[in-house]
C-alpha cells in the first residue's frame, strides 16, 4: 500500500527535503546576525577612541608671559598664556630643552582637545613649568620655541629687543662683533654682500658694503665691475642706526651733514 509522499532520488521524501532546507537557512541567519550585532558594538568604541586621540593635540602657546631665573643660575621657571572657557581647552603645561655653548632652547607644549572647535575657548590664563638646566644659563641666549628670546641683564631676564639680546653699550667696543651688529641693520643687502670694517671710535662706525655687479662677463665684457655702499653708524644703548649714507671721499660732505663726526674716521676715506 502506498504511503502517497513523493520520495526523492535518496529515498527521502521531498517535503522532509524541503523542511530540513529552511530549517538550515534559518540556522545560518540567525548565526549571521548574532555576528552582525557583535561588531557595531566593538567598532563604535574603537571609533570613539580614534576620535578622541584625532580631537587631542599638542600646541605651543600663543604667548610667554614670563621668564624667571632662579639664584641657583640654573632653574627656570616659564609662565605662558593658554587658552580657557572651560575644562579641555588647555592644560599641561610642558618644556623640553637642548643646548649649546651659545644657546638654550627651550620648546614650550600644552594640551587641548578643544583646539579645532571654534569659540569653544575664548578666555585665557597664565600656566607655569619649571626647567632645571644640565649648566648654568650664564651669559648664554635663552630661546624659547625658536621665537622668543630672553637673556640675563643686571641679574635677571629680560626679554631681547628689536636689536638683539646684547644691544650696543656706549661706547661700543669697536670688534668684530660691533660690526655684525652695524651690518644687522642694514636691509636688503645682496645675497652675496661683502662688508669692510673702515673704522670706529665706540661712538661712530664707518662700514663700506661690497657686492658683485657690473656687466656680464664673457663678449668682451670684464667681470671686475663691482658696486659699493657706505654707511656711517651711530651708536646708542638701543643699537646702531644709520647717520648717513655717503660715497664721498674725505670729510666735507660728511661733516656738513654730521658735524660732530670725528674727522680722524673720514680723512681718508675715497670716493667709491
Known amino acids: ?41 566593538e567598532v563604535t568604541t574603537a571609533s570613539a577612541t580614534a576620535s578622541a586621540t584625532a580631537s587631542r593635540a599638542r600646541l605651543e602657546p600663543s604667548f610667554v608671559r614670563d621668564a624667571r631665573l632662579q639664584a641657583d643660575g640654573r632653574t627656570l621657571v616659564l609662565g605662558a598664556s593658554l587658552p580657557a572657557g572651560r575644562a ?47 649648566t648654568v644659563l ?67 662706525l664707518v662700514l663700506e658694503v661690497w657686492y658683485p655687479a657690473g656687466p656680464v662677463c664673457g663678449d668682451g665684457a670684464t667681470c671686475t665691475g663691482a658696486s659699493a655702499g657706505r654707511w656711517i653708524m651711530h651708536a646708542s644703548p638701543q643699537g646702531w642706526h644709520v647717520a648717513l649714507a655717503s660715497r664721498s671721499a674725505g670729510c666735507t660732505q660728511i661733516r656738513a651733514a654730521l658735524p660732530a663726526f670725528p674727522e680722524p674716521l673720514c680723512r681718508s676715506l675715497k670716493a667709491l
Not at 16 to 38: E, F, H, N, S, T
Not at 108 to 119: D, I, P, Y
Not at 138 to 143: C, D, E, K, Y
Open 88 to 134: 579641555g581647552c588647555g592644560d599641561g603645561l610642558a618644556a623640553s630643552t637642548q643646548d649649546d655653548a651659545r644657546t638654550v632652547w627651550v620648546q614650550l607644549t600644552f594640551e587641548s582637545t578643544l583646539w579645532a572647535v571654534q569659540g569653544a575657548c575664548p578666555g585665557e590664563r597664565v600656566a607655569s613649568v619649571t626647567v632645571t638646566l644640565d
Open 138 to 204: 650664564g651669559a648664554r641666549t635663552l630661546s624659547i620655541d625658536n621665537s622668543d628670546f630672553w637673556a640675563l641683564q643686571d641679574g635677571a631676564l629680560r626679554r631681547c629687543g628689536p636689536h638683539g639680546c646684547h644691544p650696543v653699550v656706549v661706547p661700543a667696543t669697536c670688534t668684530s662683533r660691533s660690526y655684525a651688529q652695524a651690518e644687522a641693520q642694514l636691509a636688503d643687502l645682496p645675497r652675496h654682500a661683502m662688508t669692510s670694517q673702515v673704522g670706529c671710535d665706540g661712538t661712530w
Open 1 to 41: 500500500m502506498q504511503s502517497g509522499l513523493v520520495t526523492g532520488p535518496g529515498g527521502a521524501p521531498a517535503a522532509v527535503r524541503r523542511v530540513g532546507v529552511v530549517v538550515a537557512l534559518l540556522v545560518a541567519a540567525l548565526a549571521v546576525a548574532g555576528c552582525g550585532q557583535g561588531a557595531p558594538a
